[in-house]
T-cell receptor, first 110, second 114 residues
Framework: GQQVMQIPQYQHVQEGEDFTTYCNSS?????IQWYKQRPGGHPVFLIQ???SGEVKKQKRLTFQFGEAKKNSSLHITATQTTDVGTYFC??????????WGAGTKLIIKP | SQTIHQWPATLVQPVGSPLSLECTVE??????LYWYRQAAGRGLQLLFY??????ISSEVPQNLSASRPQDRQFILSSKKLLLSDSGFYLC?????????????FGPGTRLTVL
């Protein structure tokens, strides 16, 4: 069946370093969504990308949707402690239900 | 504005006991509703979704069941809990608008089965 793969599973960074998570779908997606889950919290919607090659920015976060609409990335510039959490990508299947990536956990080194 | 409620926030239950988790949504009509389970440090596993009253789709065969008795109420149940049912249970809703269908999550219920 349709799968959404997300890497890496964890990323340890020093505060101020950049962070990137990658998402790859086994099928072409009509859109891709990104969510953030803070430790102990619930996932919160960040953004949805719809167009091929689309790039969107939210302050230090940059989201990209690949030309083939099968992959996506989230890049955070100069991480801060408030960025800590797990970032999930998700894309709809043929029934319009979301298929979720496994998430990438951002850990700030002390 | 829309709000989603889940209760209880935390639950400790013995093996073999029944379970009932409730989720309600305010401020929207005819939402899609979802139940997810998240094991500690893991991703989201879709358990059930519903596109309307009485319409339930099951994604994973298990000893859990779901019901939607009202438009904005979604209930997750079990007759006999297993140790493996422990986890963080999340309810979510979505509504299609143009091509957008982002999901909005409730605060979740942390279930520990002992």
């Amino acid at each position: 069946g349709q799968q959404v793969m997300q890497i890496p599973q964890y990323q340890h960074v020093q505060e101020g370093e950049d962070f990137t998570t990658y998402c790859n779908s086994s099928t072409t997606l009509s859109n891709i969504q990104w969510y953030k889950q803070r430790p102990g919290g619930h996932p919160v919607f960040l953004i949805q990308l719809v167009k091929s090659g689309e790039v969107k920015k939210q302050k230090r976060l940059t989201f990209q949707f690949g030309e083939a609409k099968k992959n996506s990335s989230l890049h955070i510039t100069a991480t801060q402690t408030t960025d800590v959490g797990t970032y999930f990508c998700a894309g709809p299947d043929s029934n319009y239900q979301l298929i979720w990536g496994a998430g990438t956990k951002l850990i700030i080194k002390p | 504005s829309q709000t989603i409620h889940q209760w209880p926030a935390t639950l400790v239950q013995p093996v073999g006991s029944p379970l009932s988790l409730e989720c309600t949504v305010e401020g929207t009509s005819n939402p899609n509703l979802y139940w997810y389970r998240q094991a500690a440090g893991r991703g989201l596993q879709l358990l059930f979704y519903s596109v309307g009253i009485g319409q339930i789709s099951s994604e994973v065969p298990q000893n859990l069941s779901a019901s939607r008795p009202q438009d904005r109420q979604f209930i997750l149940s079990s007759k006999k809990l297993l140790l493996s049912d422990s986890g963080f249970y999340l309810c979510a809703w979505s509504v299609w608008r143009d091509r957008y269908n982002e999901q909005f999550f409730g605060p979740g219920t942390r279930l520990t089965v002992l």
